[in-house]
């Protein structure tokens, strides 16, 4: 399953393709959003943006098209006039002069006015997105406060999409360790300063994630050449079960937790 980070760089290379440009085919396959083409044609598309594993895809008239791919949607990018050869049933175009922006097989799409998005039946249950550059380490400190979360363990509160929409599995190992706070703890038994890092590293690990995860020094590259460039982002803790840990040196434990692997140091997160 793709995570906040994962999500966010598939948005970014939507929004690449056709922000910023005029409109000229809007295609929805649905009935209910037929309708409403004529009137995004020669509109310009302002943003695209997850919020959790939705894509919220703002036009420039006050509506936005909302799209959750569930487990079968999936997006490409093509030349203008360009349809792939696919047996998918094709569910949204959006195409500019230049290239288009092909929805198929999602079946979860409509179109909200952007200022009624909030009453989204499923928006609505979700928490602030993880990536959401206007989120900040006070107001996740905070939701840690509150009591709908605060007695929850950190392994099953950070796969909760309505505590912080975009957290996914790695993401969860990875914070914990960088927070050094181990997975049965509950917010409320935290300290002030232990609930301020972990607000921290809910913010900072996706972040870097989605700034450098998947761009790897090219082969026989030596890191000090790479300067300009992120780091690459590697997983410290996930899927490195028996592995030292880069800290203590004591092997990394692996635990089914809310029913996902977790992965994490027992000492460092003692
Ligand atoms: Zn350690």
């Known amino acids: 399953m793709p995570e906040g980070p994962e999500i966010r760089r598939a948005a970014d290379a939507l929004a690449d393709a056709i922000v910023g ?6 295609f929805f396959a649905f009935p209910k959003l037929k309708r409403r083409e004529r009137a ?39 030349a203008a006039g360009k349809r792939p050869d696919t047996a998918r ?7 500019t002069r230049q290239r288009a922006i092909l929805l198929y097989s999602a079946s979860d799409v409509d ?33 840690l406060e ?11 509160l950070l796969l909760d999409q309505g505590f912080l929409a975009g957290m996914g599995n790695y993401l969860r190992s990875e914070v914990l360790f960088e927070a050094r706070l181990a997975p049965h703890r509950r917010p409320r038994e935290l300290s002030r300063a232990e609930r301020r890092r972990l607000a921290s590293a809910l913010l900072a690990v996706p972040q870097r994630s989605y700034r450098t ?23 410290r803790v996930f899927d490195r079960a028996g592995e030292a ?5 004591e092997p990394i434990l692996r635990q ?10 027992a000492r460092c997160q003692g």
Not at 213 to 235: H, W
Request: net charge positive; with cysteine; aromatic share 10%.
């Open 146 to 156: 509150d009591p709908k979360f605060s007695g929850r363990s950190l392994a099953a």
């Open 89 to 95: 049933s094709l569910r949204v175009a959006l195409e």
């Open 111 to 143: 179109l909200w006015r952007t200022d009624r998005l909030h009453e989204q039946p499923f928006l609505r249950r979700l928490g602030p997105d993880v990536l959401e550059p206007a989120l900040r380490v006070g107001e996740v400190a905070q939701r």
């Open 40 to 78: 995004l044609r020669g509109r310009i598309i302002e943003s695209i943006r997850p919020h959790g594993k939705a894509l919220l895809t703002r036009f420039d008239n006050g509506w936005t098209l909302y799209s959750h791919n569930q487990l079968y949607g999936v997006w490409s990018v093509v």
């Open 245 to 249: 840990c880069e800290a203590c040196a």
């Open 213 to 235: 995860r998947g761009i790897e020094p090219a082969r026989g590259m030596q890191a000090s050449y790479l300067t300009d460039t992120p780091e690459a982002f590697r997983f």
């Open 256 to 265: 089914e937790l809310a029913g996902r692997r977790l992965y994490w140091c």
């Open 21 to 26: 440009e005029a409109l000229t085919t809007v």
